[in-house]
């Protein structure tokens, strides 16, 4: 078949009349579509999306015993998605939340800042009974829907400083890690900030379909995008419950605080700060009410003084003096140190021991002239050359001691402490300086600084006769992941043990010795081993310091307790440092008179400037 | 020749081009509104598919102007060479390409830059069959003719079609129309055996094979009846067709149920309306009615989708970008998209018959299929009236391959047309 180019061309007709019937086709369809059919605009209305964040359960947070410290609360939040928000009866919706119609504009319009599409919080942590009430009638509200989570709840209400706080995270946060979201939670403090990312766990999300009645409607996409929560890891933490109630019973009405510490882990066994509160305050709608009025306390009971205060260490301090005196060959263990009394020079002794003593003497009568005497023989050790590489020599050794530096493990807010250096008095003296310049350093005053922490450490650091582990809080998590490296880490001071072994011989005199300074708190039936200190401070009555460790033949608890303006050592530290070691070893205490006294004391802080 | 360069502002089909330039510029704004992302609100933002898109519209024009400065006869002497390159692509991309969606049609350029040679395979095919049906010896009688002018055709189809790529391989169907028009021996019967045949299929599927026997039969019986009546002969050629009837309704019936794959089957079914399915495989149809129906007749306006903006559609701004056009510009927009792709349609068709070199007239027609078959089968999809295949709306929808090989198959007829008055 062939045909003519005419009729060829005409077929032109043929494929424009296909080509333009297709068109009308898909114009008549669209036509019923979009204009006629009105099914496709209800459908439409009743594909509203729904993303809901499905919050993890948080870990939980145990004791050393397996005892329940910190757990979670159902709680409901109101949540909006501006775009879907229809007209409705404002004034009915203001009244079930109890909010104003201020308010509720308000917040609408930050919402719709925020985004008009992505949920946004409108009104956080609703009452059981608003939540049964307004989920009701919530069909008639199409845009807001509810969202559980859970708060931070505290069963007994102890150790504030170390569990910490959640709060909503802030634009930074938000900012720094994608993770976050507006009206998400976030550690503040304590273990809580510490452990974040171990306590957070994973968040999941829903997506489900809403009808215009606010109802949902099933999964989008059959959960296709949906991602289920993992919970976060528990923690099981190195503290004992039941002794961190009792420490802080005992811290009633002082200032100060009570470190315990495991020497053989570095786990933390008590970490009182005093005043403290009550970790329930800062949990809920109340929160920001309650942490502004703790802010302006003037006791400043959110600061955690065991590891934020600072303190000269008086003479808990000799025992760092003495053993660097004995690994730098500067005195031996029976070096004797002429001392006269109140009347000695450079600086005077403040017990009357009579004669002059050797080294563990020293400790127990806690002479001061001896110490000036080892520190002034170290630093002018001739082996060194001359006193700035001889007090080189002494600073790298206490910073070895854990002294001048942070631990830097699992505990928040840290303070480095201070132990000065060379260049510190080359400037302060213009390089014209010697051991009569920096003698009182030699009996823990001056310039040096340490927090209760660093004590405790010191403690542990001679329980343990040479070595510590940095001092951390956690003992182990819930799903059996190491701790971090650095807290398993061996730590060695690169002072033999012999000496050590001369230390807690003294140590173990003042408290069972004849003239010890901390003779009368004596435990019953278990060995202590401890030194007391009087802090001059220039902010009133002395501190009363205390450090100890027991048993001594196998420490079990090394503990510093420091009570800001208590006077003597022996006055408040010594007593409540005794019973605290005696709790921890047997368990209860035998001397119910002296726990009164103690936990009724009020040692009241007077500024005196 | 060497004046054009002065002259082809003035020489080109100008309406030809606004049409163009108009459906790009509601591609790139509906792209945006699909994808439109509170965090990147701007459209030039090149992060985002919408930024990209611009840069392939700029890209893809600068190729045009290119073309158009490029002479004429450059197309035709090169159409072969040009072919092949386009097969040696598409064995490439069987042997290096990458998968996307089941279909392995993408080769990777390196530097996230991918390119899809099937696109381009059309664009091929079009410049071959143009260049051989075009030359002054072909004899459209000859049998060696025909399957050489098949052989062109079904080459890169199958290759097509080896890369799980159906829905491009069915594209080149188009090229009926050019036969047709080309007064190919057959063609017009093929074209309406086959629409014939997709009557049948459909109504097979719907009414049951038993139905179709039935219908069959009383048809055939009707006819047999006036025939006798008439006293003609054809009798012999009147059992043939019925029996080929039912043959192809028990073929169709077998092919269906044995030869398609679920998904396939399932699409079909859908679309015809034999399930439905809302939440499964009929999701996407369902959810694109949805946007396109809730756009009423003056839409939602721009950037006020709802459906399109929870991402309800699955690609949205590719293959479903006409439910955001739907959705947001309401009837008025379809009908205005609609108008300008008929009227894209008639413009080719219409200029192809005033050319004087067959190349350049078969290459019109060519091309007006394959923008039919585009048009045809992705705004049927989104409407419900096409089971679902994945092509691209030309010009509309996101991608770089597809706006650049459309662009330069239409660039190309335009410089044809501009140049047509040369041709003696």
Redesign the interface.
């Known amino acids: 078949?062939?045909?003519n180019s005419k009729?060829?061309?005409g077929?032109?007709n043929?494929?424009?009349t296909?080509?333009?019937l297709?068109?009308l086709?898909?114009?008549v369809?669209?036509?019923t579509?979009?204009?006629t059919?009105q099914?496709?605009?209800q459908?439409?209305?009743n594909?509203?999306?729904r993303f809901i964040t499905q919050y993890p359960a948080r870990g939980m947070v145990f004791d050393r015993n397996g005892k329940l410290m910190v757990y979670n609360e159902a709680v409901y939040d109101l949540l909006v998605v501006p775009?879907q928000v229809k007209a409705m009866d404002t004034l009915e919706f203001c009244n079930l939340i109890k909010i104003s119609k201020e308010t509720f504009i308000e917040k609408l319009e930050k919402a719709k800042t925020y985004?008009?599409?992505?949920a946004s919080p409108f009104v956080s942590q609703i009452s059981k009974e608003d939540y049964a009430k307004t989920s009701e009638v919530l069909f008639k509200f199409p845009g807001f829907y509810f969202q559980t989570r859970t708060i931070r709840h505290y069963p007994s209400s102890i150790a504030a400083h170390t569990l910490g706080d959640i709060g909503e995270v802030d634009q930074k946060q938000i900012d720094e890690d994608p993770y976050y979201a507006l009206g998400d939670y976030i550690g503040k403090s304590g273990i809580e900030k510490s452990y974040e990312t171990d306590l957070r766990g994973i968040k999941g999300l829903k997506v489900v379909m809403v009808d215009v009645h606010n109802r949902e409607m099933g999964s989008f996409?059959?959960g296709e995008l949906d991602k289920d929560p993992q919970a976060g890891r528990d923690i099981y933490l190195g503290l004992d419950a039941d002794l961190q109630a009792y420490g802080e019973k005992l811290m009633q009405g002082k200032i100060g605080s009570i470190v315990a510490i495991e020497p053989a882990t570095g786990q933390i066994l008590a970490f009182v700060s005093s005043p403290t509160y009550d970790p329930n305050l800062l949990v809920g709608r109340e929160r920001g009410k309650n942490f502004n009025n703790l802010l302006k306390d003037p006791m400043k009971p959110l600061i955690n003084r065991a590891v934020n205060g600072t303190y000269p260490p008086g003479s808990t301090f000799k025992m760092v003096i003495g053993l660097i005196a004995l690994e730098s060959g500067s005195i031996t263990p029976g070096t004797i140190f002429h001392c006269n009394g109140p009347g000695t020079l450079p600086i005077k002794c403040t017990h009357h021991h009579g004669g002059s003593p050797d080294l563990a003497n020293a400790i127990e009568n806690s002479c001061n002239p001896y110490f000036y005497e080892a520190f002034k023989a170290t630093i002018n050790n001739s082996k060194f050359g001359d006193i700035k590489k001889g007090y080189d020599y002494w600073h790298d050794m206490t910073y070895k001691m854990g002294l001048g530096h942070k631990f830097d493990t699992d505990i928040p807010y840290e303070q480095n402490g201070n132990i000065p250096s060379r260049s510190y008095y080359d400037k302060f003296y213009n390089k014209r300086w010697n051991s009569l310049t920096i003698r009182s350093l030699g009996i823990g005053q001056g310039e040096v600084l340490i927090t209760p922490l660093q004590l405790a450490n010191i403690a542990a650091t001679i329980a343990n006769e040479g070595f510590y582990y940095p001092p951390h809080l956690i003992r182990a998590f819930g799903d059996s992941t190491a701790i971090p490296d650095n807290m398993r880490q061996r730590m060695e001071t690169g002072i033999a043990q012999k000496h050590f072994k001369v230390i807690k011989n003294g140590m173990r005199n003042v408290v069972e010795g004849a003239h010890g300074t901390a003779r009368r708190y004596k435990i019953d039936s278990i060995s202590a081993g401890g030194k007391t200190g009087t802090a001059q401070n220039p902010h009133g009555k002395d501190h009363s310091i205390f450090i100890a460790f027991a048993p001594v033949e196998n420490p079990q608890i090394a503990i510093s307790v420091i009570i800001e303006n208590g006077g003597f050592g022996a006055t408040w530290a010594v007593p409540i440092a005794s019973l605290m070691l005696e709790k921890y070893i047997r368990g209860f205490t035998k001397r119910p008179e002296l726990e009164q006294r103690m936990m009724e004391g009020v040692v009241t802080y007077k500024e005196e400037r | 020749m060497t004046d054009n360069r002065n002259h082809i502002i003035g020489k080109v089909d100008w309406p030809l081009l606004l049409i163009y330039f108009a459906l790009a510029l509601i591609g790139w704004f509906s792209v945006f509104s699909a994808k439109y992302d509170e965090m990147h609100p701007h459209i030039f933002d090149l992060s985002q598919v919408y930024g990209k898109q611009l840069l392939w519209i700029g890209a893809s024009m600068f190729v045009a102007f290119l073309i158009l400065l490029i002479d004429a006869k450059f197309f035709n002497a090169f159409a072969f060479w040009i072919y092949c390159i386009i097969l040696f692509g598409l064995v490439a991309v069987l042997a290096y390409g990458t998968a996307t969606k089941g279909a392995t049609s993408w080769i990777n350029l390196g530097g996230g830059m991918k390119l899809q040679p099937s696109e381009f395979a059309k664009l091929g095919t079009a410049l071959a069959v143009a260049n051989y049906l075009g030359r002054l010896n072909v004899d459209l009688g000859k049998r060696k003719t025909r399957i050489a002018t098949y052989a062109i055709i079904l080459l890169p189809m199958a290759l097509v079609f080896l890369q799980n790529d159906t829905g491009s391989a069915i594209v080149f169907v188009s090229f009926l129309f050019v036969l047709y028009r080309e007064g190919f021996p057959g063609s017009g019967l093929t074209m309406l055996l086959g629409v014939l045949a997709v009557v049948l299929f459909v109504l097979t599927l719907i009414w049951s094979q038993q139905t179709m026997y039935i219908i069959i039969a009383a048809l055939f019986a009707l006819t047999m009846t006036f025939h006798l009546i008439g006293k003609r002969r054809y009798w012999m050629r009147i059992v043939v067709i019925y029996s080929c009837m039912a043959a192809f309704v028990f073929s169709v019936h077998f092919a269906f149920f044995k030869v398609l794959q679920q998904h396939q089957r399932t699409r079909i079914e859908v679309m015809l309306g034999m399930k439905d399915d809302p939440h499964g495989a009929g999701y996407n149809l369902h959810q694109s009615k949805i946007a396109i129906g809730s756009g009423g007749l003056w839409g939602k306006g721009f950037l006020q989708g709802t459906q399109t903006k929870y991402d309800f559609v699955p690609e949205q701004h590719t293959d479903f970008i006409f439910c955001t056009v739907g959705e947001e510009g309401g009837f008025k927009g379809t009908f205005v998209v609609v108008l300008l792709y008929v009227a894209l349609l008639v413009r080719i068709v219409t200029l192809a018959e005033r050319q004087r070199s067959a190349f350049s007239r078969i290459y019109g027609y060519a091309i007006a299929g394959i923008f039919f078959v585009h048009f045809a089968i992705n705004i049927g999809m989104t409407i419900g009236l096409v089971p679902v295949i994945g092509i691209p709306l030309p010009f509309l929808s996101y991608g770089g391959s597809s706006l650049l090989a459309f662009t330069i198959m239409l660039a190309i007829f335009v410089k044809q047309d501009a140049n047509r008055l040369n041709i003696l």
């Open positions: 078949m062939q045909f009729v060829l061309s077929r032109r043929v494929i424009i296909i080509f333009v297709v068109g086709v898909f114009v369809r669209l036509f579509l979009q204009v059919d099914h496709y605009k459908l439409a209305d594909n509203a999306l775009r985004s008009k599409v992505k996409r059959e």
